[in-house]
């Protein structure tokens, strides 16, 4: 009975979309599935507090390019630039964290200029800042103090 | 040597019968689990992003946001057996009703009442209840007021 359990576990591991290749999947709507839930699974470890055992940033960035490869073959458009925003400025976070104040510039200007094509009415950096704060205090138990230290 | 013979074909009758049925409570005790957390986390991610756009950012890019996490909702539910009909109900219902108040905004007034009708179906699906037009207007301002997207 064991082998069979253990197939079978390594076989729902497998399918398991968020551990999955979204660039993998049988179609082009699986894929597009598969990256979001590999995006939110990366969002879920990036907004962790303390400091991260991985690097989701790069796991995000990954599903991001997957999901705008599959989604207009399905006549998807999901708003990726704010997605995209939001890792620019979790990058930014980080290079302010290893003093690349040059670094972290870039990468809030880069997260302003992507919310202003989204249409937002508030592109500032410090407005999105708040936002990703307020996400990580929702997804896990992090105090907002907490949050805005792991960033 | 009858002996070995009498043994290896136990071991292999048990092997037999073991493999399926240790698959099968496999899959049954964890194969429901795997699919409500890849349709949860893939869900979720993509309302966070849609909602977003829409309490951020100007109406047209809300509405088009919104549109679009309906037409995801759609392909998944044609695509996969949904782990939870229910919450996609709700999830669905709270779109229609985004769509309803940007169309308010905007003075549609003939799009406000469909789109109203339509999320008022989705709750009926998920309740057996029917909602009032008030209630549903409660349903998406509670929500609405609760966070930034």
Same mark, same amino acid.
């Given at each position: 009975m064991a082998p069979g359990f253990a197939t079978c576990v390594v076989g729902v591991f497998s399918e398991m979309h968020f551990v999955? +290749? !979204?660039? &993998? &999947?049988? $179609?082009g709507f699986t894929k597009v599935f598969r990256g979001f839930s590999r995006l939110g699974a990366a969002e879920v470890v990036a907004g962790f507090?303390? !400091? !991260?055992? +991985? $690097? !989701?940033l790069a796991a995000e960035d990954y599903a991001i390019r997957a999901i705008e490869d599959a989604a207009p073959k399905v006549s998807l458009n999901p708003p990726l630039d704010v997605a995209r925003a939001r890792l620019a400025l979790r990058r930014a976070n980080q290079a302010e964290k290893n003093n690349d104040l040059q670094g972290k510039r870039q990468y809030e200007e880069t997260a302003s200029q992507l919310l202003l094509k989204s249409g937002w009415r508030d592109p500032s950096a410090v407005h999105m800042r708040q936002i990703v704060t307020q996400i990580d205090t929702d997804g896990n138990s992090c105090t907002p103090y907490e949050a805005k230290r792991g960033q | 040597m009858k002996q070995v013979a009498k043994y290896a074909l136990l071991l292999l009758a048990a092997a037999l019968i073991g493999f399926p049925l240790g698959y099968r409570h496999a899959r049954s005790s964890m194969g429901d689990g795997a699919a409500i957390l890849s349709q949860a986390l893939a869900l979720s991610e993509y309302e966070t992003l849609a909602n977003l756009q829409y309490k951020q950012a100007d109406a047209t890019h809300g509405s088009q946001a919104q549109l679009d996490l309906l037409n995801f909702m759609e392909q998944l539910q044609a695509k996969q057996k949904i782990a939870v009909p229910r919450a996609l109900d709700y999830d669905r219902a709270r779109a229609l009703m985004r769509l309803a108040m940007l169309e308010e905004e905007a003075g549609n007034n003939e799009r406000l009442q469909q789109y109203l009708r339509q999320a008022q179906e989705n709750l009926n699906h998920a309740d057996h209840r029917w909602y009032s037009e008030d209630k549903m207007r409660k349903f998406v301002a509670e929500a609405d007021t609760r966070s930034q997207y």
């Open positions: 999955s +290749n !979204p660039y &993998g &999947g049988r $179609d507090c303390g !400091p !991260p055992k +991985n $690097d !989701p | -």
